[in-house]
C-alpha cells in the first residue's frame, strides 16, 4: 500500500497507529481503514509502507466502505471537530 494515502496518528500511546485513505477497492466507493499498533512500537519516525510495520505489530484493524456522500459528512464532521479543538473548548 502506498505511504501517501497513510496518516500516522501518534498521540497517544494506547490508541496509536494509522489512517488509510482509498478509492477504487470497490466501485462508487471511498475505504476507509484504520491500523491500531502495540504500544511499545515507536512510530514517530517509521515508514509507512507495509513492510516497515511488523505484522505482529498490528492489534486491530477496520476497514468500512463510503459512499461519496457518506465521505462528505465524514468531511464536514471532522471540520466541526477541529474547530471546536481551535477554540479549545474540547
Not at 496509536?16 to 475505504?31: D, L, N, Q, R
Not at 510495520?53 to 459528512?73: H, R
Request: hydrophobic share 35%; with cysteine; proline share 1%.
Amino acid at each position: 500500500m502506498s505511504r501517501e494515502n497513510r496518516i500516522r496518528c501518534n498521540n497517544i500511546d494506547y490508541r496509536k497507529g494509522f489512517v488509510e485513505v482509498e478509492s477504487g477497492v470497490h466501485v462508487g466507493c471511498i475505504t476507509l481503514e484504520t491500523w491500531n499498533v502495540k504500544m511499545d512500537l515507536d512510530i514517530s519516525n517509521l515508514d509507512l509502507s507495509d513492510e516497515a510495520i511488523p505484522e505482529d505489530s498490528v492489534t486491530g484493524n477496520t476497514e468500512i466502505e463510503m459512499s461519496v456522500t457518506e465521505a462528505e459528512q465524514l468531511i464536514q464532521l471532522l471540520q466541526n471537530a477541529i474547530d471546536l479543538v481551535r477554540k479549545g473548548n474540547v
